[in-house]
């Protein structure tokens, strides 16, 4: 198991580890709260996400690259319904409270 990425926060470690579940590669999240579990204190608190099998690292490395990579995504920010919270365009649920958000029928 190697060290991938290391996230700001949960939300964004979780949204990478999907993007990788997609694409194939197994990961996992380790150093937050859940974590804890394990009786294993991280020395950080950010979450980092780290790649189960060490042959895939390169390719994983490779997709987070492209993934925050992205172009950026066209449109307004919206506001959430549920907490008012600003919300950028490329986000399809709320980041603070997870309500979806105007385009999430699309
Ligand atoms: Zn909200």
Redesign the pocket.
């Known amino acids: 198991m190697l060290e991938l990425y290391q996230a700001v926060d949960r939300v964004e470690a979780q949204m990478l580890k999907d993007y990788l579940d997609q694409q194939g590669i197994a990961s996992v999240i380790l150093g937050d709260l859940l974590s804890g579990a394990a009786g294993k204190l991280p020395a950080n608190i950010y979450p980092t996400l780290w790649v189960l099998e060490d042959g895939e690292l390169v390719r994983a490395k490779r997709l987070t690259e492209q993934y925050f990579c992205k172009p950026p995504v066209a449109g307004e920010p919206w506001q959430?319904?549920?907490?008012?919270?600003s919300?950028d365009p490329g986000f399809d649920i709320?980041?603070?409270?997870?309500?979806p958000g105007p385009n999430d029928n699309e």
């Open positions: 959430c319904a549920v907490c008012g919270e919300i709320c980041w603070n409270c997870a309500t």
